[in-house]
């Protein structure tokens, strides 16, 4: 327990001199970033982070079906497991560490910084670049301690994850809503496996995978809505069937 206590520590403390240090040198950029961020009415950005959300979500499900398909051993990586415990033993260092410092230092370095010193080759290039980055970087910990399908579906997840971000922060160009997803993002996931199934180290994904079209089809309404919300759905001039009145009414409660 103390081992796990030490590593929180040791790691919050390297979180935080990379936050100053970041602070220092980018106070300009983060200054400017917040200043359109919060410009921004409240309700857009909640529901740009539920967006961002319900599409990390459900890109996490597809890699669960492709990780319970392809592999017959089927764990958490070593990163997550290791957040994971953080949360059933300190979940208030935890919650600092993981949904507020991690998120900060990683979307500056892979968004803030990378990413823009990739764009010079094109967007679409940083963000795969920094989606590859963002996802072997994740995987450090695992590297050798699993087998090679497992090993590549859980890499897949977090790579997703890093393209999903890099989209996210090629459209609104603002470091602070990537933030946002990203610690919302790890708070759920964390809460997820912490709560619903206590234990951190082994998974039964079948029930996972049972939970997670419960999830769907509850979600499925708010990520709905979300989407119609943010942005207009045009409807058909010549059709004036279901698809015109899905369309109209999908308008009407904007």
């Known amino acids: 327990e103390k081992n796990i206590f030490y ?25 400017t970033s917040f200043k359109k961020f919060k410009a921004d009415r409240i309700s857009v950005n909640i529901k740009r982070v539920l967006a961002g959300v319900g599409i990390a979500f459900l890109l996490s499900y597809i890699v669960r079906i492709i990780e319970m398909t392809m592999c017959s051993n089927i764990s958490v990586s070593a990163n997550q497991s290791n957040v994971n415990g953080y949360f059933v033993d300190y979940p208030i260092l935890a919650v600092i560490m993981s949904v ?12 803030g910084i990378l990413f823009r010193f990739f764009s010079k080759y094109g967007e679409l290039c940083a963000v795969l670049v920094t989606g590859f980055l963002f996802g072997t970087m994740h995987m450090l910990f695992s590297f050798g301690n699993t087998n090679i399908l497992l090993f590549l579906c859980q890499w897949l997840d977090y790579f997703l994850s890093g393209i999903l971000l890099g989209f996210i922060y090629k459209k609104y160009k603002n470091i602070w809503i990537n933030v946002s997803i990203h610690g919302t993002w790890n708070l759920i996931v964390a809460l997820f496996y912490t709560i619903i199934f206590h234990d951190t180290s082994s998974i039964n994904f079948q029930l996972v995978a049972i939970r997670f079209i419960t999830m769907c089809v509850t979600m499925e309404q708010l990520i709905f809505d979300v989407f119609s919300c943010t942005y207009a ?20 409660r904007r």
Do not use: D
């Open 7 to 31: 590593g929180v520590l040791i790691n919050m403390i390297y979180q935080l001199t990379l936050i100053i240090m970041i602070g220092v040198a980018m106070k300009q950029y983060l200054i």
């Open 100 to 111: 507020i410092m991690g998120p900060f230092t990683e979307e500056i370095i892979y968004r």
């Open 233 to 252: 759905i045009p409807t058909p001039k010549k059709n004036n069937g279901i698809i015109a009145n899905i369309c109209s009414t999908l308008n009407t």
